[in-house]
């Protein structure tokens, strides 16, 4: 028998996450990241969480399709990093007072 080719190989999610921070027994929770599956016949799997104002991203790929998956995950911080520069006025430097 023949096999089909899959009819998608990149599954890209968001997931909404608690707006408010979370604590546990005192302890604040900094961060949430996700942690996904990927399809059958799929080579990546990019999934959004957001949590208490921020946005984490979580890469899940498959080695042999995608053996640079890092780099997948670092020119994205890059990239985004980019477009908040392009898009959000620049922070204001303190001015220093003199004694």
């Not at 608690?18 to 005192?26: F, I, K, R, V």
């Not at 957001?50 to 080695?63: I, P, Q, W």
């Not at 995608?66 to 997948?72: A, D, G, R």
Request: glycine share 10%.
């Amino acid at each position: 028998g023949g096999r089909m080719r899959p009819v998608f190989n990149v599954t890209i999610s968001n997931v909404p996450g608690p707006e408010d921070t979370l604590y546990y027994e005192g302890a604040r929770l900094e961060a949430m990241y996700p942690v996904s599956l990927i399809a059958h016949g799929g080579a990546l799997n990019i999934t959004c969480l957001s949590y208490a104002g921020s946005l984490n991203f979580g890469f899940t790929g498959c080695r042999d399709t995608l053996p640079s998956m890092q780099k997948l995950a670092v020119y994205t911080g890059e990239a985004l990093d980019e477009l908040e520069s392009l898009i959000l006025p620049p922070k204001k430097k303190r001015a220093r007072t003199r004694k």
